[in-house]
T-cell receptor, first 119, second 110 residues
């Protein structure tokens, strides 16, 4: 069964770059069945789609974040990553890595990792 | 790309049916059948309930059903149970390989 696990710094200073990694287990990241993505949730608020990436490197971003987001895939490690630049307190929240599959939905979720932006 | 609009809260008594609406625009819900619903229990990651407007993944109770009309999608929970108390989010494809979520609805079982 496909499982996802996020890893990240927990605390990031304002104006710095947030880097997150998601490790895929129970299957290969190099599959045509899934797009891989990130979704975040500020404290007490709703979900926000950040972007998705295919194992070939094709990426799609939320227009509101596009200028600050870069994503990559490391097929040798079965991992994909997210970089968010110039973070502010508004970027604080739980970040989930997700798989978007043949069901046309985000059907696999990591447990989430809390990121706090503070000096 | 604005968030889809959901009621902040919906409540019902055990055994009743409730419906959560999700209103978008002709650029998202109105144009595509790629609408999904997620249940988020307190402190947990969201879980897929419905995909492609009304498809239930394996293992999801048939008490959950989805529909769509025009720019509005809906999730109905029938035979409401205490374990259904959670936050619910809709999500729609919005074109150009982008997605937008709803504002979220807190379901309370009275």
């Amino acid at each position: 069964q496909l499982q996802l696990q996020e890893s990240g710094p927990g605390l990031v200073k304002p104006s710095e770059t947030l880097s997150l990694t998601c490790t895929v287990s129970g299957g290969s990241i190099s599959t045509s069945t899934y797009y891989w993505g990130w979704i975040r949730q500020p404290p007490g608020k709703g979900l926000e789609w950040i972007g998705t990436i295919f194992y070939t490197g094709t990426t799609h971003y939320n227009p509101s974040l596009k200028s600050r987001v870069t994503r990559s895939v490391d097929t040798s490690k079965n991992q994909f990553s997210l970089n968010l630049t110039s973070v502010t307190a508004a970027d604080t929240g739980v970040y989930y890595c997700v798989g978007y599959g043949d069901a046309d939905a985000f059907d696999v979720w990591g447990q989430g990792t809390l990121i706090t932006v503070s000096s | 790309q604005s968030a889809l609009t959901q009621p902040a809260s919906v409540s019902g008594s055990p055994g009743q049916s409730i419906t959560i609406s999700c209103t978008g625009t002709s650029s998202d819900i109105g144009s595509y059948r790629v609408v999904s619903w997620y249940q988020q229990l307190p402190g947990k990651a969201p879980k897929l309930l419905i995909s492609d407007v009304n498809e239930r993944p394996s293992g999801v109770s048939n008490r959950f059903s989805g529909s769509k009309s025009g720019n509005t999608a809906s999730l109905t929970i029938s035979g409401l149970q205490a374990e259904d108390e959670a936050d619910y989010y809709c999500c729609s494809y919005a074109g150009s390989s982008t997605y937008v979520f709803g504002t979220g609805t807190k379901v309370t079982v009275l």
